[in-house]
């Protein structure tokens, strides 16, 4: 039995419609859709999402509505018109989006939420009478009726615990069940929306409820690239990967499946599959706890932008108690993340975003511990991007690392931090911003070709 999740370019166009009907009745196991909302079907068109997001900002700020409502209703309605569909549902799709300019806006702490969760409900709703109009035994079923109570936060709602005993009920009912993702509800019954990459999350949710066979999460690739194919021309395609290689990949910078989105799959232990809906019998790439094939030293090669380094430098600073925790004590006072924390006995470097550090924050942060860490040298290094060597094999290869190094330094790259975590899963690398291109190819012609 399988949960598969059709992402917005899989359900943009009638003609994608179509892709996703047939890969839903090729196979019997396929019971639980999860949808997003309609994608762009051009380079120049527009998202419904980001349709309903002008939608709602006009209605907010009292400002002419009229235009985003009725396009919104139009993208569904001539999708209807070109499936053929003679159902109630258009009323019901029309008349959902219109009803939305009659929320309270004043203390309406989930007025946004309800907003943007009407892209992909309307849409559950036209596809599950899409379905049905071809002769699928098809229903579509709201989040709420489904069992997905989620955490009273809207933007970033979490499920609860005690909601995957009330999903599993939809083992017992019977046909193709749409739900449409990126959404649930609270106890009391408001709208609240996960954070990026929604819809994949409640595609994850579900599996784990239904304790499902598998996960499928159907987007435009093949699966997942061994490196981003904008960077390395014509990157291989990773036919297995872990969880844990997964979350390293994402973390730096693999936007094909949001990382948050694997948790619920993962402690359920349910597998995923990344497949392509325009290529639907390409095996795609299979996320499982372990590796069922053998695999080399590394899976792939993620990089990410956006990063700066707090340094700090103090003699006999490992002899200092205390002295780590006064550091992340003022991170955390002033609500800053670190990602990473290479150290040596006199020195130590903290990673972070850059975008938590404005110039305010910035000035106080070095003002803080200039005054209580008393560093000798102290200063915060801006510019750098992050690469990610991955794979769970480098811990049974040797030099796995200095086959990195070498690449880099042959390309006339230099390394400003390297990080190895203790369960070697992945290698850290961090350099200038201006050399991560270079830096990726040089690294992927070293480790494949």
């Given at each position: ?5 059709f992402g917005g370019s899989s359900l943009a166009s009638t003609k994608q419609f179509k892709k996703v009907l047939e890969i839903v009745r090729s196979d019997e196991a396929r019971k639980f859709i999860v949808v997003s909302a309609p994608g762009k079907r051009s380079a120049k068109d527009v998202k419904v999402t980001d349709s309903l997001i002008a939608y709602y900002n006009a209605y907010r700020k009292g400002e002419d509505y009229e235009y985003f409502q009725t ?379």
């Amino acid at each position: 039995m399988k949960v598969t999740k059709f992402g917005g370019s899989s359900l943009a166009s009638t003609k994608q419609f179509k892709k996703v009907l047939e890969i839903v009745r090729s196979d019997e196991a396929r019971k639980f859709i999860v949808v997003s909302a309609p994608g762009k079907r051009s380079a120049k068109d527009v998202k419904v999402t980001d349709s309903l997001i002008a939608y709602y900002n006009a209605y907010r700020k009292g400002e002419d509505y009229e235009y985003f409502q009725t396009s919104i209703i139009k993208r569904y309605e001539d999708m209807a018109s070109e499936l053929g569909l003679n159902t109630p549902v258009m009323f019901e799709i029309a008349q959902n989006i219109k009803a939305l300019a009659t929320l309270p806006i004043e203390g309406n702490q989930y007025l946004y939420d309800t907003f943007l969760a009407s892209g992909e409900n309307n849409n559950a709703k036209l596809i599950a009478a899409y379905f049905q109009a071809e002769g699928l035994a098809a229903r579509y079923l709201h989040p709420k009726d489904a069992g997905i109570i989620v955490t009273d936060e809207p933007g970033n709602a979490r499920i609860l615990p005690e909601s995957y005993e009330k999903i599993n009920y939809l083992n017992d009912v019977d046909g193709v069940i749409v739900i449409p993702g990126f959404f649930g509800v609270t106890s009391a019954g408001e709208v609240c929306t996960f954070s990026r990459g929604g819809s994949d999350i409640t595609g994850s949710i579900i599996a784990a409820g239904v304790r499902a066979n598998l996960y499928e999460n159907f987007t435009d690739v093949d699966g997942i690239f061994a490196a981003h194919p904008g960077i390395v021309d014509n990157p291989h395609t990773i036919g297995e990967l872990t969880y844990r290689e997964m979350r390293e990949l994402a973390y730096a910078g693999f936007s094909v499946l949001h990382d948050e989105a694997l948790i619920p799959a993962y402690r359920a232990k349910v597998p995923v599959v990344i497949k392509n809906t325009n290529n639907p019998t390409h095996p795609g790439t299979r996320i499982n706890l372990k590796h069922t094939e053998k695999a080399g030293p590394v899976i792939g090669i993620a990089s990410d932008d956006g990063f700066a380094s707090i340094n700090i430098t103090k003699y006999l600073m490992n002899r200092e108690v205390g002295f780590g925790r006064k550091l992340l004590s003022e991170l955390e006072r002033l609500g800053i993340r670190f990602e990473h924390m290479p150290s040596g006995i006199d020195d130590l470097s903290v990673i972070v975003r850059e975008h938590e550090l404005s110039p305010e924050i910035e000035r106080t942060l070095l003002e803080r511990l200039t005054e209580i860490l008393d560093p000798d040298e102290i200063d915060i290094e801006h510019g750098l991007s992050i690469i990610m060597i991955v794979g769970e094999g480098m811990k049974r290869h040797i030099g796995v690392t200095a086959v990195g190094t070498t690449a880099l330094s042959k390309k006339g790259i230099n390394l400003e931090i390297i990080n190895q975590g203790s369960s070697e899963v992945s290698v850290m690398f961090g350099i200038k911003k201006e050399n991560e291109h270079d830096a990726v190819e040089a690294l992927y012609e070293a480790y494949y070709r």
